[in-house]
């Protein structure tokens, strides 16, 4: 066993180090992973150590692959810093923060993106990056539900704003059959404003199963979504 009294230099930036005898002695066949503190055997390779840091620690791997991979001794670093170790120790501040979970928001709602999207580790750690915040954190999804119910608010009062001030409106339906032959219908309100500029948006979608001429009534339903309004 080949054993050495002076810490030998760690793996991948340190975030391997050699296995410490009772002895105060090192192992140099056997490594630990600083991270979640899993024991490997080393032969000279770290391939496998890298395979580890990919699978279970990404955010540290991409760490990993942005600096050049040769090992350096304790609190003797010879590779460049990196963009989110310069920054550290600026954190984002409160309206910064607010933003980006109201952009989050945002960005979920209208690209119809799962809720979830916010516990991904790549998402966090890309924020991370381009703030220079490596201890920011992605905001929970009850955050997130109630900053898009919020917008929706908002939204709606703005267009609910927009009809009153508007002289008339026309409806439209639009009827489509799902690819589980459900039958949906959606009706989207038009006007021309003061200064001729035309609005559109859509007043709702329901769950229809009538077709050509009968589509009236369902029509009439969203009538007095415009004309409460007005």
């Not at 810093?81 to 309206?95: D, F, H, I, Q, Y």
């Given at each position: 066993m080949d054993t050495a009294t002076k810490p030998p230099p760690g793996l991948l930036q340190g975030k391997f180090i050699f296995k410490k005898l009772p002895n105060g002695n090192y192992d140099k066949t056997k490594v630990v992973c600083t991270l979640c503190k899993v024991e490997f055997a080393y032969c000279r390779s770290s391939s496998s150590l890298k395979y580890h840091l990919k699978a279970k620690h990404p955010v540290a791997s991409a760490e990993e692959d942005a600096g050049p991979s040769?090992?350096?001794?304790?609190?003797?670093?010879?590779?460049?810093?990196?963009m989110l170790e310069c920054n550290r120790g600026k954190p984002v501040s409160t309206a910064l923060s607010a933003k980006l979970t109201n952009l989050l928001a945002q960005w979920i709602?209208?690209?119809?993106?799962p809720i979830s999207v916010v516990e991904d580790d790549w998402l966090e750690f890309v924020l991370q990056t381009a703030t220079g915040d490596s201890s920011y954190k992605l905001p929970a999804r009850r955050t997130i539900m109630r900053r898009i119910h919020d917008q929706h608010a908002t939204e709606k009062a703005a267009k609910d704003k927009k009809m009153l001030e508007a002289s008339c409106v026309a409806l439209t339906g639009d009827h489509w059959t799902s690819v589980n032959n459900d039958n949906y219908l959606g009706v989207t309100v038009h006007f021309i404003d003061a200064s001729w500029e035309l609005h559109?948006?859509?007043l709702g979608t329901s769950l229809s199963s009538l077709v050509g001429i009968s589509m009236y009534p369902a029509l009439w339903f969203y009538l007095p979504c415009a004309t409460s309004s007005m």
């Amino acid at each position: 066993m080949d054993t050495a009294t002076k810490p030998p230099p760690g793996l991948l930036q340190g975030k391997f180090i050699f296995k410490k005898l009772p002895n105060g002695n090192y192992d140099k066949t056997k490594v630990v992973c600083t991270l979640c503190k899993v024991e490997f055997a080393y032969c000279r390779s770290s391939s496998s150590l890298k395979y580890h840091l990919k699978a279970k620690h990404p955010v540290a791997s991409a760490e990993e692959d942005a600096g050049p991979s040769t090992d350096v001794a304790p609190g003797k670093s010879r590779r460049q810093t990196t963009m989110l170790e310069c920054n550290r120790g600026k954190p984002v501040s409160t309206a910064l923060s607010a933003k980006l979970t109201n952009l989050l928001a945002q960005w979920i709602a209208t690209s119809c993106r799962p809720i979830s999207v916010v516990e991904d580790d790549w998402l966090e750690f890309v924020l991370q990056t381009a703030t220079g915040d490596s201890s920011y954190k992605l905001p929970a999804r009850r955050t997130i539900m109630r900053r898009i119910h919020d917008q929706h608010a908002t939204e709606k009062a703005a267009k609910d704003k927009k009809m009153l001030e508007a002289s008339c409106v026309a409806l439209t339906g639009d009827h489509w059959t799902s690819v589980n032959n459900d039958n949906y219908l959606g009706v989207t309100v038009h006007f021309i404003d003061a200064s001729w500029e035309l609005h559109s948006f859509a007043l709702g979608t329901s769950l229809s199963s009538l077709v050509g001429i009968s589509m009236y009534p369902a029509l009439w339903f969203y009538l007095p979504c415009a004309t409460s309004s007005m």
